[in-house]
């Protein structure tokens, strides 16, 4: 079974919904983990051999010209995490089509490979915002990876825990949709594999839910930022729960991927996209063979 690894590239101040991050303008003034933390990040997958996605920031891209080469320079899949970091429900369509583009020809430019992923900033695809995938399917892209399939704060959508066809608006067009992972917990659902949950739940409880997933045959999507590896960031006022999710385990994330990463083995988001997809079709070539059969 192989499970996706992804890394969305950002710093510690593109936390979304905190006022006095939201002016862009002063991003410039903020002292930066990413370029640091990002390092850390390729050293280890180096050490594991291990390939991932890494969905980079527009803006974290034209910064630091020379990340996002670095990165592909090193074998893994460069992705979009949009140009600004604005939630897609709070976006115009024009925005958002603006926005990606800028991103995704940056991206190329500056490393060659054609970017063929997306991830939402805070999972912000909802139901009434399907736009952004015929908007996508416009500019090129051939996955999503930004559904959570259950409610929360900034986003959820309904939709199967599977990888996934898309169909757009344009006749015979599709999307691949590669969603999070979420685990029940009692009525609530968590995405354990990534950033605030996974620096929260101990390894033992992680280790479950990926087991119970590949018992299902269903790969799990593990979503990082520089940050979760950054205990010595700066704090931002936030209310506490939102403090607490923020900020809990860092000094934990190093060794829980460590852990997986020994435990488990991953490939990009595209690839695991491409194996889904061989091992559904072979599925129904082995039931269409045994109806004719029977
Ligand atoms: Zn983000």
Known sequence: MIHALSFDIEDWFHIVDIPELENRDNWHEFDSIVE???ALIL?????????ATFFILGWIAQKYPKLSKRIAD??????????????????????????????KDLLEQQTGQKVKGFRAPSFSITPGTEWAFDIMGELGFLYDASLFPATRGHGGYPCTQETHIIPLTEAN????????????????????????????????????YFNSFED?????????????????????????????????????????????????SFDTCMNVIIEETRKQK????????????S
């Open 173 to 208: 067009t599709y999307l691949f949709e590669l969603p999070m992972s979420i685990q029940g917990f009692g009525p609530v659902k968590i995405p354990f594999s990534g950033g605030g949950y996974m620096r929260l739940l101990p390894s033992g409880v992680i280790q479950r």
């Open 36 to 38: 640091d933390k990002t």
């Open 74 to 103: 090193a074998g893994h899949e460069i992705g979009s995490h949009s140009f600004w970091h604005r939630r897609v429900y709070t976006m115009h369509p024009d925005d958002f089509r603006y926005d990606l583009a800028l991103s």
């Open 43 to 51: 050293d280890i997958l180096d050490e594991y051999d291990t390939k």
């Open 216 to 264: 299902n045959k269903t790969p799990v999507v593990v979503y990082l930022h520089p940050r979760d590896f950054a205990p010595e960031q700066p704090r931002v006022k936030m209310p506490l729960d939102r403090k607490f999710k923020s900020y809990v385990g860092l000094n934990s994330t190093e060794q829980k991927l460590r852990k997986l990463l020994e435990d488990y």
């Open 282 to 293: 072979e599925a129904e070539e082995i039931i269409e063979s045994v109806k004719m059969v």
